[in-house]
Structures are given as C-alpha cells and as structure tokens.
C-alpha cells in the first residue's frame, strides 16, 4: 500500500502560479510512477501530467503543457506539479496518482484506470 497526500492547492489570480506536493509513504517511492489528474465539478477526471518512476521521462495533457511542470525527489518520498500562468479554467480538483513500475522502466501512464492508488485532492481555484 501507498498512502499519498497532497497539499499546495488554494485561491489565486488569473496568471499566477501554485506548487502541488504529493507526499508518499509505506512503500519504497522510487518504484512507482507518478500522475497528476485533475476533476472541475460536472465534468470528467481528466489526465494533467505524468512522471517516470525515475524521473527521466515526462509527459502532459495538451492544454498544460508549457504552464505546468512535473517532479519528483524519490530522496524525499514527494513528487510536484509547478502550476505557472494559471487560467481559470485550471480550476479543479486536483490529485496525484502511483502505480508499480519496472526496474529501469522510463514508462509513462495517462490514464486514470492504471493507476492504483490515489491521494485525496487538494483544490485548486483560479479567479478571472
């Protein structure tokens, strides 16, 4: 089991910024790859950013990309979403996602049914 908990989340403007933090614990973190999703009320979850179990490969959703980095400090159990030039349609629910990945695997997982553990979200509000 992986507990995770992410923190970060609040209130701000129109092209500003915020940092996500996803917190790890009960398994060795390095071997999981992790994922950033993210929930606007009435809508589906839809995938934001995703990050190797090593950190050497990345990828992000279309409408992010540019805006938003992915991280990780396997030292520090934690993995990181850097929100830049927030849009208020970055508005969400935001949480992060691991799953097992092979020793040495650069793999990426987009979507949200291959992921097996999840955080609880933190909000994310963007005003106009």
């Known amino acids: 089991q992986v507990q995770l908990v992410e923190s970060g989340g609040g209130l701000v403007q129109a092209g500003g910024s915020l940092r996500l933090s996803c917190a790890a614990s009960g398994r060795t973190f390095s071997n999981y790859a992790m994922g950033w999703f993210r929930q606007a009320p009435g809508k589906e979850r839809e995938f934001v950013a995703a990050i190797s179990r090593n950190g050497g490969t990345t990828s992000y959703a279309d409408s992010v990309k540019g805006r938003f980095t992915i991280s990780r400090d396997n030292a520090k159990n934690t993995a990181y979403l850097q929100m830049k030039s927030l849009k208020p349609e970055d508005t969400a629910d935001y949480s992060c996602?691991?799953?097992?990945?092979?020793?040495?695997?650069?793999?990426?997982?987009?979507?949200?049914?291959?992921?097996?553990?999840w955080g609880q979200g933190t909000q994310v509000t963007v005003s106009s």
């Open positions: 996602a691991a799953r097992a990945s092979p020793l040495y695997s650069s793999r990426l997982y987009e979507t949200s049914s291959e992921y097996a553990y």
